[in-house]
Protein backbone atom coordinates (compact mmCIF):
# COMPACT_ATOMS: atom_id res chain seq x y z
CA UNK A 1 0.00 0.00 0.00
CA UNK A 2 1.29 3.61 -0.83
CA UNK A 3 2.27 5.31 2.23
CA UNK A 4 3.30 9.18 2.52
CA UNK A 5 4.89 10.04 6.07
CA UNK A 6 4.96 13.96 7.15
CA UNK A 7 6.93 14.98 9.87
CA UNK A 8 6.94 16.82 12.27
CA UNK A 9 3.15 17.01 12.84
CA UNK A 10 2.80 19.95 14.00
CA UNK A 11 5.11 23.09 14.91
CA UNK A 12 4.57 26.43 16.45
CA UNK A 13 7.06 28.85 15.51
CA UNK A 14 7.97 32.86 16.06
CA UNK A 15 7.60 35.21 13.16
CA UNK A 16 10.79 35.30 11.20
CA UNK A 17 11.93 32.25 12.00
CA UNK A 18 12.58 29.60 9.00
CA UNK A 19 11.24 26.48 8.87
CA UNK A 20 11.83 22.42 7.15
CA UNK A 21 9.30 20.58 6.68
CA UNK A 22 9.65 17.23 5.84
CA UNK A 23 7.75 14.08 3.68
CA UNK A 24 8.85 10.86 3.04
CA UNK A 25 7.06 8.24 0.93
CA UNK A 26 6.93 4.67 -0.29
CA UNK A 27 4.68 4.50 -2.94
CA UNK A 28 4.81 1.79 -6.37
CA UNK A 29 5.52 3.50 -9.64
CA UNK A 30 5.77 7.33 -8.87
CA UNK A 31 5.62 10.13 -10.81
CA UNK A 32 5.70 12.89 -8.99
CA UNK A 33 5.54 14.37 -5.73
CA UNK A 34 3.05 17.68 -4.65
CA UNK A 35 2.92 20.10 -1.84
CA UNK A 36 -0.52 22.22 -1.09
CA UNK A 37 -1.69 24.27 1.66
CA UNK A 38 -4.50 23.76 3.48
CA UNK A 39 -6.00 26.67 5.90
CA UNK A 40 -9.53 26.63 6.32
CA UNK A 41 -11.07 25.37 3.00
CA UNK A 42 -9.40 23.72 -0.08
CA UNK A 43 -5.83 22.74 -0.36
CA UNK A 44 -4.33 24.98 -2.55
CA UNK A 45 -1.41 23.67 -5.12
CA UNK A 46 1.83 25.28 -4.24
CA UNK A 47 4.76 22.82 -5.86
CA UNK A 48 4.85 19.47 -8.15
CA UNK A 49 8.40 18.23 -8.05
CA UNK A 50 8.89 15.24 -10.54
CA UNK A 51 13.20 15.21 -11.12
CA UNK A 52 15.59 14.73 -7.64
CA UNK A 53 17.99 17.64 -6.82
CA UNK A 54 16.34 20.36 -8.68
CA UNK A 55 14.76 23.06 -6.21
CA UNK A 56 11.77 24.68 -6.97
CA UNK A 57 11.14 28.38 -5.49
CA UNK A 58 8.07 31.07 -4.83
CA UNK A 59 8.57 33.71 -2.89
CA UNK A 60 9.69 32.61 0.87
CA UNK A 61 8.78 28.96 -0.44
CA UNK A 62 11.24 26.32 -1.42
CA UNK A 63 11.32 22.51 -1.86
CA UNK A 64 13.20 19.69 -3.55
CA UNK A 65 12.80 16.28 -4.21
CA UNK A 66 15.51 13.15 -3.75
CA UNK A 67 14.18 10.04 -5.13
CA UNK A 68 16.84 7.80 -4.21
CA UNK A 69 16.10 8.40 -0.27
CA UNK A 70 12.23 9.28 -1.02
CA UNK A 71 11.77 12.02 0.24
CA UNK A 72 11.17 15.77 -0.23
CA UNK A 73 11.33 18.75 1.89
CA UNK A 74 9.37 22.09 1.85
CA UNK A 75 11.02 25.27 3.21
CA UNK A 76 9.89 28.44 4.29
CA UNK A 77 12.01 31.26 5.36
CA UNK A 78 10.95 34.40 7.50
CA UNK A 79 7.93 33.29 8.19
CA UNK A 80 4.50 35.27 8.46
CA UNK A 81 1.36 34.58 10.56
CA UNK A 82 0.11 34.30 7.10
CA UNK A 83 2.34 30.99 6.80
CA UNK A 84 -0.33 29.79 9.77
CA UNK A 85 -1.91 26.68 8.17
CA UNK A 86 -1.98 22.78 7.55
CA UNK A 87 0.89 21.71 4.32
CA UNK A 88 0.52 18.40 2.82
CA UNK A 89 2.39 16.55 1.10
CA UNK A 90 1.16 13.97 -1.95
CA UNK A 91 2.39 11.62 -4.10
CA UNK A 92 1.29 11.03 -7.28
CA UNK A 93 1.90 7.54 -8.48
CA UNK A 94 0.46 4.70 -11.24
CA UNK A 95 0.84 3.49 -14.87
CA UNK A 96 -0.55 4.76 -17.59
CA UNK A 97 -3.96 6.54 -17.09
CA UNK A 98 -4.89 4.71 -13.62
CA UNK A 99 -2.86 7.51 -11.58
CA UNK A 100 -3.87 8.50 -7.90
CA UNK A 101 -2.75 10.76 -4.99
CA UNK A 102 -1.85 9.63 -1.81
CA UNK A 103 -1.58 12.35 0.68
CA UNK A 104 0.47 12.68 4.14
CA UNK A 105 -1.55 13.50 7.28
CA UNK A 106 0.02 17.28 7.31
CA UNK A 107 1.87 19.29 9.28
CA UNK A 108 0.14 21.83 11.63
CA UNK A 109 2.29 24.95 11.13
CA UNK A 110 1.83 27.79 13.70
CA UNK A 111 3.41 31.11 13.20
CA UNK A 112 3.27 33.49 16.31
CA UNK A 113 4.28 36.81 16.90
CA UNK B 1 -14.41 32.72 -10.91
CA UNK B 2 -13.31 29.99 -12.92
CA UNK B 3 -12.40 27.63 -9.69
CA UNK B 4 -13.65 24.10 -8.45
CA UNK B 5 -17.29 24.96 -7.29
CA UNK B 6 -18.78 22.43 -5.32
CA UNK B 7 -22.58 22.56 -3.46
CA UNK B 8 -23.51 22.67 -0.87
CA UNK B 9 -20.82 24.05 1.62
CA UNK B 10 -22.90 22.62 4.64
CA UNK B 11 -24.88 19.16 4.54
CA UNK B 12 -26.77 17.62 7.59
CA UNK B 13 -28.40 14.50 7.40
CA UNK B 14 -30.33 12.26 9.40
CA UNK B 15 -29.41 8.51 9.81
CA UNK B 16 -30.64 7.07 7.01
CA UNK B 17 -30.96 9.26 4.87
CA UNK B 18 -29.24 10.20 1.42
CA UNK B 19 -26.35 12.73 0.70
CA UNK B 20 -25.93 14.10 -2.42
CA UNK B 21 -22.84 16.36 -3.35
CA UNK B 22 -22.16 18.22 -6.70
CA UNK B 23 -18.41 19.11 -8.19
CA UNK B 24 -18.20 21.22 -11.43
CA UNK B 25 -14.46 21.26 -12.40
CA UNK B 26 -12.43 24.44 -13.35
CA UNK B 27 -13.09 25.17 -16.93
CA UNK B 28 -11.07 22.93 -19.44
CA UNK B 29 -10.63 20.34 -16.74
CA UNK B 30 -12.41 17.03 -17.79
CA UNK B 31 -10.83 14.75 -14.80
CA UNK B 32 -12.38 14.89 -11.34
CA UNK B 33 -11.15 13.60 -8.28
CA UNK B 34 -13.26 12.75 -4.75
CA UNK B 35 -11.31 13.11 -1.62
CA UNK B 36 -12.62 12.27 2.10
CA UNK B 37 -11.16 14.45 5.04
CA UNK B 38 -12.03 12.84 8.78
CA UNK B 39 -10.89 15.22 11.38
CA UNK B 40 -7.00 14.97 12.05
CA UNK B 41 -6.68 12.80 8.87
CA UNK B 42 -5.17 13.06 5.56
CA UNK B 43 -7.40 13.25 2.86
CA UNK B 44 -7.93 10.09 1.87
CA UNK B 45 -8.95 9.31 -2.11
CA UNK B 46 -12.29 7.81 -3.18
CA UNK B 47 -12.74 8.10 -6.68
CA UNK B 48 -11.38 9.19 -9.81
CA UNK B 49 -13.79 10.22 -12.92
CA UNK B 50 -13.50 11.58 -16.18
CA UNK B 51 -16.53 12.35 -18.48
CA UNK B 52 -18.82 9.85 -18.26
CA UNK B 53 -16.26 7.01 -17.07
CA UNK B 54 -14.76 5.84 -13.97
CA UNK B 55 -11.57 5.14 -13.97
CA UNK B 56 -10.30 4.15 -10.48
CA UNK B 57 -12.82 3.96 -7.47
CA UNK B 58 -10.47 1.67 -5.22
CA UNK B 59 -10.66 4.54 -2.59
CA UNK B 60 -14.60 4.30 -2.55
CA UNK B 61 -16.68 1.98 0.35
CA UNK B 62 -18.23 -1.19 -2.12
CA UNK B 63 -21.86 -0.30 -0.74
CA UNK B 64 -23.71 3.32 -0.13
CA UNK B 65 -21.47 5.19 -2.33
CA UNK B 66 -21.61 6.12 -5.77
CA UNK B 67 -20.23 8.66 -8.02
CA UNK B 68 -20.93 9.99 -11.68
CA UNK B 69 -19.49 12.48 -14.23
CA UNK B 70 -21.97 13.06 -17.02
CA UNK B 71 -21.99 14.32 -20.60
CA UNK B 72 -23.31 17.50 -19.00
CA UNK B 73 -23.44 19.16 -15.52
CA UNK B 74 -21.51 18.30 -12.66
CA UNK B 75 -19.85 15.61 -10.97
CA UNK B 76 -22.04 13.75 -8.13
CA UNK B 77 -21.20 11.74 -5.31
CA UNK B 78 -23.95 9.89 -3.31
CA UNK B 79 -23.73 8.33 -0.39
CA UNK B 80 -27.15 6.66 0.18
CA UNK B 81 -28.48 5.62 3.77
CA UNK B 82 -25.39 7.99 5.74
CA UNK B 83 -24.17 6.65 9.14
CA UNK B 84 -22.69 8.74 11.90
CA UNK B 85 -19.47 7.50 10.19
CA UNK B 86 -19.64 9.38 6.89
CA UNK B 87 -19.68 13.14 8.91
CA UNK B 88 -16.43 14.31 7.23
CA UNK B 89 -15.19 16.57 4.60
CA UNK B 90 -15.71 16.26 0.92
CA UNK B 91 -13.28 17.38 -1.25
CA UNK B 92 -13.65 17.44 -5.19
CA UNK B 93 -10.46 18.33 -7.13
CA UNK B 94 -9.97 18.66 -10.97
CA UNK B 95 -7.08 18.78 -13.42
CA UNK B 96 -6.90 19.42 -17.04
CA UNK B 97 -4.88 16.05 -18.08
CA UNK B 98 -4.62 13.71 -15.28
CA UNK B 99 -1.29 12.52 -15.39
CA UNK B 100 1.85 15.27 -14.29
CA UNK B 101 -0.93 17.96 -13.70
CA UNK B 102 -1.64 19.40 -10.18
CA UNK B 103 -5.21 19.29 -8.63
CA UNK B 104 -7.70 22.30 -8.20
CA UNK B 105 -9.69 21.74 -5.21
CA UNK B 106 -12.59 23.10 -4.44
CA UNK B 107 -13.74 24.66 -0.84
CA UNK B 108 -15.11 21.15 0.08
CA UNK B 109 -18.40 20.44 1.73
CA UNK B 110 -18.81 19.38 4.86
CA UNK B 111 -21.32 16.39 5.63
CA UNK B 112 -23.04 16.02 9.34
CA UNK B 113 -24.61 13.10 9.85
CA UNK B 114 -26.90 13.33 12.98
Known amino acids: EDKVVQSPLSLVVHEGDTVTLNCSYE??????LLWYKQEKKAPTFLFML????IEKKSGRLSSILDKKELFSILNITATQTGDSAVYLC?????????????FGTGTRLQVTL | NAGVMQNPRHLVRRRGQEARLRCSPM?????VYWYRQLPEEGLKFMVY????????ESGMPKERFSAEFPKEGPSILRIQQVVRGDSAAYFCASSQQGNNSPLHFGNGTRLTVT
Open chain 1, 90 to 102: AVESGTGTASKLT
Open chain 2, 27 to 31: KGHSH
Open chain 2, 49 to 56: LQKENIID
Open chain 1, 27 to 32: VTNFRS
Open chain 1, 50 to 53: TSSG
